[in-house]
Structures are given as structure tokens and as C-alpha cells.
């Protein structure tokens, strides 16, 4: 993502930053972050920027909202205090950070000893202060040269041989206009030497260069974060901003500088480019497009490996004799091609026609095999034939002829509630239950099937809805008079949490990802993201950017979108908005839903359609996958979905009862 920093008085450069993090996989995102924070108003301005990225290498549950943690102390602290200096205000900041992390260890929590990499600096004007902790960099590129400035500042090198002297022995200093910082974790490090960045910095452009750095580390890490500061003239700081996707509602944050590269042009005029050079300007202009569609149509493996092959190739592109040999070799099967067409025409009748039914036989048996292969696919796609004896309490008067339609023959319980349930929710091997009528929780063992009931002493109204937040191991209820209340199995323990809900909201549903609550308010037509903080969530955030009516809506699931279910359609939104290219197909029968499920990193979205005793399970991209056919489903209040052990439970009455999928 591209930020600029605030307006500076005249005579100062202004900073443009570009920050990415990169993250393949989901379960590693509470474990690093990468943040850029500017004055919200006129009296923080002075203050600049404040900016950073964590990194923790203990993937531990304890360790999993550090990272969110320091990230909120750091800003609040550097912006309490308008008035005060801005390496004043960085320090203070720091020492936050430090009092949380020793706050922590006095509770135990200590798996981020030692596996902590950070650094964070401030930019106010052309002053820079910054600091870092474990395995990170911090280069300097001044004048055709680099500098990495964090290994000086640690190992204390005479002034003298530094480019910024005022850095040696403390993390403060002055920047200058051409001036570029690069701040990365190690890995930038295990793919780049100093020299090739160096060499890559001065080849690249501005806007092409954290593209490159991007694309080499998503190739080669699982966890990494870098931020690019340029200092320049006002005139130029005027960077477009590309906002990346989201992955079930959360940004992740990155800059795409593939998207609008400048032309480049010869002043010298067609013809006179040197060898390889064409090849050169046309893999730049046109890769963008190929690397922005990639992930719609490559498997992920292959995707790793032409990101690799991808990387290696852009950081040759300034080496001449690579390209020259690229474009030779192209020029050589060119001339082969040309000299094998003129050969053939070159041929006798007899010949010719001997080389053609060659080549016509070919033709043929290819053909031949890939209408074996379409036709075996084809058949094996087509939907199973349904049993012709279906138990008659299992025989639906609608249809077990529609899309994909499966009769639910055994459904089995699990346990009995000591009262009705109307909501429940899965984490980890228990099921949690709420009846909505008191302040109790039961749990569900879901391999011995014992129950336990769980009961808040804290003031609140009765529970209403219920959300699982399995990377911090805790459940998230909402109150009937608007209250978040957090149960901690582990311990029993129920904490009361801050949250500013609008005044008249109408929470239909809510739903966790990652450190992140979403309420679904139907009075407002709207779904507000709520992020962790301390002592419980900060300032919502109007997901929805375009807003429609909801007094209709039914609930919200979230996994690579955010699915909002109404009563007879879903709309998949990313990052706020529909996603155009997605949309779920209707059955022969009509849909009526009541509840829609689906968690990250899950297969399927699935709906509950009691109105028609079914249970609907589609791909993400909105074909029907399978429907679930039983009676006694028109009684379910609520449902939850195991994958990984193929399970669908449901609450019906004061039972939990499950059965089996393929």
C-alpha cells in the first residue's frame, strides 16, 4: 500500500511510503504485521509519521497477539501527546511497547522472548528516529550508495565511514531529498545481497522497486513484511493507490506496483533499441497483466514456482548479457521455424503428401484422445444416481431431484442441553451453547459427549449471539443490551470488553476473523469491523461500502469473502464491495434461508433453508455442491460445520445432533 506522509513546510521533502507484508498462510497472520500511521488531524501533524513491522517466531497461542498489541500501544502513545517533540513522543512510544511486553511476561506469557523481530521508526519533516530488536534491517540509499544503518547503529562504526554521520551511536538523523529507506525483516536479506539491492534500487523505478521486493519475497517466504520510504519533492509524491485484496473481510496490506507502469520509449526511435533491449521494455509492460491474473487460473504450487522463476528473471534484467542471450535464442528458433517451412515447400508432391498424413495421423489420434478424456470427465462430473429405495422418513416432497440433491438417512445425537438452545458455536473439540433466555454457556465435549454448564456473574442481559475467536482460544457473545461479553475456557472465566456500538443498532449475527469482530445491524444497514485492543475492541469500522437495505438480512459468514445471506440470495462483498465475479446459483426449488456458515480456510459456504428440511453447501464461487435432505431439519435453530471431520451439527430443541458428508 502507498501512503503519504502529511504535508511539510516548504524546504522539506515530503516521504512517500510503500509497505507490504506478506503472509501465505492464514494460520500466520497474528504473528507479524506491518504498520503505517499518519496525524488523523491538524495538531498531530507535526509528529510526521510513526511506521514498523513485527515479525515473532514463535507461533505459540501466547505469542499470537503480541504483534496486535504493540502495534496499538505504539500508536496511541506516539499520538497522545501533540505538542510534545517527535523523537520525544517516539521514545515514549517505545517504552509503552516495553512496559506491555514486561506486563505479558509477568503473566507468564513468554514464547516471544528472544523470536521478537521488530523496528519502527518516526518521520517528522527530514528527521528520522528509529529502533530495532532481533533479526531486521534498516538500509540507507543515498547517492548511489547503501548503507545499512541498524548493523552500524548495533555494532558502533566510526562515524566517519557512514553516509549519515549523526547515525553511528544513535537512532536519529536527517534525510534528504533522493534519499530511499528500506526497513525489512531478515528474509530480504537471504534473497538479496546489499550490492544486488543497490544495483535493483538503481535500476528499477520508484513505483516499480517494492513491486520487485514483493514479488521476490512472496516467492521465497511465508512471513515477511519491508516498507520503502522515498523522500521527494511535493510534485512528485503523487503515487497512486492500489488497495490489495482482502481474505474473508481483512486487508492485506501491500503495493502492487504492477498495476499502471509508465511507458518507456526510445528517443532514438524505432529500430534502434540494442539487442535484447525489446524484449526488455515488453516483459515490463506486459507482465503486469499476466502477474495480476495469476491467481484466478495457477494452483498455488505452480504459482510458488513461477514467482520464483519470475523473481530470478527480474533480478537479471539489468544484466545485458542474459538478455542478449534470451533474445538470440528466440531470434534462432525463429530462423529454425522459417527454414523448416522452407524446406517442406522445397520437397517433391510424393514427399509433401507423405509429411502431411504424418502430420494429419497425429492430428488424429490427438484429437481422439482428448475426446476420451473430455467424455470420461464429463461422466465423471454427472451427479450419482439417488438410491431407488429411500426409507419413507427420509422422502421429501421436494426433491431429491433437484441440483445435487442427498437424502440424509442417519442423523445421530450427541447431547442433550438442560434447556432449549438458540445458539452454538464450535472451538476447538467443544461446542459452546446459548439459549438466549439467561447468562449461561454449556459445553459440549464432542468426544465424550459430557456437558457442563458454564454461568457469568457479570451484570449484562441475557446472551444473544455467539462467535468463536479461535486465534485467541475464546468466545465473544453479545448481550441483549448490547454488552460483548469474552468466555475464556480454559479457565471459565468471563470478561466484560469495551466496544462503542451506534446507539440504536439491531445486531442480527456476528462473526470473528482473525482479531477482528463483525456485527452485522440491520437498523443501520451496515456491517462494522471492530478490532481487538485493550480491554476489549476500538473503534468500529462501516465495512459495507456500498450500502443497501438489510432489514432482510439473516447472518454473515466469512472466508475469502464476506458472505451476507438474505432471505432467497447470498452476496459475496470484497473489500466492502460485491465481488462481480462471483454469483450462487439457484436450486429448482426456491431458497428460504435462515442461517449461513462458512470459517476461513474452509472448502464450502453452507446454508440453512428449514422452510425446505435442507442444508445447502456451495463451492465459494457459488455452485451448488451438494444439498442435504431430511425432515427433521425444519426443526434446526442453528447448524456449525466440521470439515476437517466431515460433520454438520445441529441444534434442534434442547439436542445437538450430527450427521456425516462426504
Known sequence: MTHLSKKRKNGYPKGVFRDVFICSKQELSPFGTVFTFSADNIEEQKLGTIFGIIKIDDHSENSSYVANLLTSVIKKEYFSKPHRP??????????????????????????????????????????????????????????????????????????????????????????????????????????????????????????????????????????????????????????????????????????????????????????????????????????PTLLKNLPAYVSDKAKRLFLKLASFFQRSLYREKTLSAIYSSGRKIGRGLAGAKNKFHSLEPAKKKAVLGILGGVAAIAAVALIVFWTKGKKAAEPAPQPGNVPAETQLPLALDDIEARAVENIEEVASLPQEGNRFAILG???????????????????????????????????????????????????????????????????????????????????????????????????????????GFGEGQA???????????????????????????ITPYLQGKKDEKINFDSSQTPLSIDIIYSEPEMEFVYVLDSKNRRIVRYTKDGKISAQYLNESISEVKDFAVDEKNKTIYLLQGNEIKKFSIE
Not at 143 to 165: C, F, V, Y
Not at 479 to 493: Q, R, S
Open 543 to 569: 465495512w459495507l461500502r456500498s450500502v443497501s437495505d438489510l432489514k432482510n438480512a439473516k447472518g454473515i459468514a466469512i472466508n475469502d469473502d464476506l458472505y451476507l445471506a438474505e432471505n432467497e440470495k
Open 86 to 287: 517527535a523523537e520525544e513522543s517516539f521514545e515514549a512510544s517505545l517504552r509503552k511497547a516495553n512496559l506491555a511486553l514486561a506486563e505479558l511476561a509477568r503473566h507468564g506469557s513468554l514464547g516471544w522472548s528472544g523470536k521478537l523481530n521488530f523496528t519502527s521508526g518516526a518521520l517528522e519533516r527530514n528527521n528520522l528516529h528509529f529502533a530495532c530488536l532481533g533479526k531486521v534491517s534498516v538500509y540507507l540509499l543515498r547517492g548511489g550508495q547503501i548503507a545499512e544503518i541498524s548493523r552500524d547503529l548495533e555494532e558502533g562504526l566510526d562515524a566517519e565511514t557512514h553516509p549519515l554521520k549523526t547515525f553511528s551511536n544513535i537512532s536519529s538523523g536527517k534525510l534528504e531529498k533522493g534519499d530511499k529507506l528500506i526497513l525489512t525483516t531478515y528474509d530480504l536479506s537471504e534473497i538479496f545481497s546489499k550490492e544486488e539491492l543497490r544495483q535493483n534500487a538503481a535500476h528499477f523505478s520508484r513505483e516499480e522497486f517494492p513491486g520487485l521486493l514483493e514479488m521476490s519475497l512472496r516467492a521465497n517466504s511465508e512471513l515477511a513484511g519491508i516498507i520503502v520510504i522515498d523522500l521527494v519533492d511535493e510534485s512528485e509524491a503523487k503515487p497512486a493507490i492500489v488497495e490489495a485484496p482482502l481474505i474473508g473481510g481483512e486487508k492485506i496490506r501491500k503495493i502492487d506496483s504492477f498495476v499502471g507502469f509508465p511507458e518507456e520509449e526510445s528517443s532514438a526511435g524505432p529500430g534502434a533499441l540494442a539487442p535484447g533491449e525489446e524484449f526488455r521494455l515488453t516483459f515490463r509492460q506486459k507482465f
Open 429 to 535: 473439540e467443544s461446542l459452546y451453547a446459548i439459549s438466549g433466555k439467561d447468562r449461561i454457556v454449556t459445553k459440549i465435549n464432542l468426544d465424550s459427549k459430557a456437558t457442563e454448564e458454564i454461568k457469568s456473574s457479570l451484570s449484562s442481559g441475557n446472551f444473544g449471539l455467539i462467535s468463536a475467536m479461535p486465534h485467541l482460544k475464546a468466545l465473544f457473545i453479545l448481550t441483549e443490551d448490547k454488552k460483548v461479553i469474552a468466555l475464556t475456557p480454559i479457565n471459565k472465566n468471563f470478561q466484560d470488553n469495551t466496544i462503542s456500538l451506534p446507539a440504536n443498532t439491531r445486531a442480527r449475527d456476528i462473526k470473528s476473523y482473525l482479531t477482528y469482530l463483525y456485527i452485522l445491524d440491520i437498523a443501520n444497514n451496515q456491517v462494522y469491523r471492530y478490532p481487538r485492543a485493550e480491554g
